[in-house]
């Protein structure tokens, strides 16, 4: 080989090895774009986060916030007050114009009241699972009007179809990660919070409809449900907005990247620069999602009520006994509820202190005395909701969670998870007390576990498919709203039957026998 070819091969060599270099630095350039354009979409998703949180951040100042709590009171006190004019009449009869109601079980038979509570009891327990309310407030119109149960025993069934949906519904979510965060999707800070005054106004709720008349208890759960299903309804509204901004920025930087992308001749397959994370598995991501320290610590304070509700259900009405046993249910709930709120106070404090402005939980408020005392007084509310209704609480605390900036996948996890326990507690206490068929109760329960899983499943894959979260908030305000219409209904047509029969409409005797 002379010398002219071997310098001809020297330079063919080294331009090879510079078009080498250069498609490597071509693809460092590249993937750089792509980790920056990452970076840039998760800066895009933060600011969107924040917009949102912004919506929610510090609720009790929030002007939607404050003329829907003028409603509800203003609404609530007109009510009350008319209740006190009503009281002033006669009152023959009493005990027959309570919530003592005969107990009326039909059997389970297949005809077209079962049909029909099957289709009605699988899309409430569906979708009301979805958003994290239940669904009581259909079951229980359902289950008195079209099945024929009495109010009792409607109650007690409602109980038990949410406690199945619930229970399939928090197993579905321990199997699924957190969308955005290395974290748990339940919420056990949150969970915590409220699930010792969730059953502490259980409680109340339960004492208030023995003193209540039915009409009253209708008029206030329709005044909070269409107060609730309009603030959700406007947040799903705000949130879709939201989501429609943040595609709008996502599919910007995409064709920002597609264009940076095209001009690389990519002639050999090759690894990504960038570590890519490793995919959990199902067992893996429901081994995290558990945590057990914060589960025995609500599996107490349920054992604590429950014994506490035997007791009290075991004695005489109004005897000593019966009233230590009910305000023993008071320093059991604050408690822990005190506990997890000093906590959460902390270390918000601490975090402040070193200038980390990080959320000490999913809730996106600062834990100082005016909102943890705001959160406390709406578990109140939304356990004396359930008490009245026969439901798990969910109507309040699924809008709750929304309002103090939760995301809506964790707000409906953490939601369905309290109710589980909310409801088994009640389910257990009526088995004891034989207020609901078992046979009913059975299949009632196997319908809506079916339909809490079948209901996780189908909405959580559609939000992943059309990147809407705001679709889990749009199914809470609906499901929120169709029970206002469903009670509404059921409430309008009692009341008129008691007008018509000049029946008393006042308050009623508690320690009445």
């Known amino acids: 080989m002379d010398k002219k070819e071997t310098y001809n091969l020297l330079l063919q060599s080294k331009a090879a090895s510079e078009r080498g270099k250069n498609k490597v630095h071509l693809r460092i350039i590249v993937e750089q774009e792509q980790e920056e354009s990452s970076l840039s979409l998760f800066g895009v998703q933060k600011k969107a986060k924040r917009s949102m949180d912004t919506i929610s951040f510090g609720i009790i100042h929030s002007s939607i916030s404050k003329k829907l709590i003028a409603y509800l009171i203003t609404a609530s006190s007109i009510a009350i007050a008319i209740t006190f004019l009503f009281s002033n009449g006669s009152q023959d009869d009493p005990i027959a114009l309570s919530s003592r109601s005969v107990r009326v079980w039909p059997d389970l038979e297949l005809n077209w009241r079962s049909i029909f509570a099957t289709v009605v009891g699988f899309l409430g327990s569906g979708f009301g699972t979805v958003g994290g309310v239940g669904g009581g407030g259909i079951f229980v119109p359902m289950l008195n009007l079209v ?8 109650a007690a069934l ?54 209540f008349p039915y009409w009253l208890i209708t008029v206030l759960i329709i005044i909070l449900f269409l107060g609730t299903s309009s603030r959700s309804f406007f947040k799903a509204v705000q949130m879709w907005k939201q989501e429609t901004i943040l595609k709008m920025e996502v599919e910007k930087q995409q064709e920002r990247l597609k264009s940076s992308a095209s001009d690389v001749v990519n002639e050999s397959k090759y690894e990504p620069l960038l570590p890519q994370p ?26 604590s009520f429950l014994v506490l509700q035997m007791l009290k259900n075991g004695s005489e009405i109004c005897s000593p006994f019966y009233w230590v046993v009910n305000i023993l249910q ?69 809008p709750l ?63 992943k498919a059309l990147g809407r979260a705001s679709i889990i ?23 008129i039957a008691m007008i018509k029969q000049n029946e008393y409409m006042g308050f009623l005797h508690f320690c009445e026998k």
Request: charged letters at 15%; a positive charge; proline letters at 3%.
């Open 401 to 463: 969670l929304l309002e103090i900036g939760v995301i809506p996948q964790v707000a409906s996890a953490t939601a369905t998870f309290v109710m589980m326990f909310s409801s088994s507690l009640s389910v257990v206490e009526f088995y004891f007390l034989k207020r609901f068929p078992i046979p009913y109760a059975i299949y009632l329960i196997a319908v809506s576990v079916i339909a809490g899983f079948w209901g996780q499943l189908f909405v959580r894959k559609l939000v």
């Open 158 to 211: 409602s109980k038990c179809m949410i406690m199945g949906a619930s229970a399939s519904s928090v197993w579905y979510n321990l199997q699924v990660s957190h969308p955005s965060k290395d974290v748990p999707i339940i919420d056990y800070n949150l969970a915590l919070l409220f699930q010792p005054m969730l059953m502490l106004g259980i409680t109340i709720g339960v004492e208030l409809s023995v003193i």
């Open 147 to 154: 099945v024929g149960f009495d109010t009792k025993s409607a």
């Open 278 to 303: 490793a995919k959990k598995s199902k067992f893996d991501t429901l081994v995290f999602n558990i945590r057990w320290k914060g589960i025995l610590v609500l599996i107490l304070v349920w054992s």
């Open 330 to 398: 008071v320093p059991t709930a604050m408690s822990v509820f005190i506990w997890e709120a000093m906590k959460l106070w902390r270390e918000s404090r601490d975090r402040r202190m070193c200038g980390n402005w990080e959320c000490v939980c999913e809730a996106s408020i600062e834990w100082n005395a005016m909102q943890i005392l705001f959160c406390a007084l709406c578990g109140l509310l939304g356990g004396t909701v359930g008490g009245l209704l026969g439901s798990g609480g969910g109507f309040i605390l699924g």
């Open 473 to 495: 908030v749009f199914i809470l305000s609906s499901v929120i709203f169709a029970s206002a219409l469903t009670m509404g209904v059921v409430g309008t047509e009692k009341t």
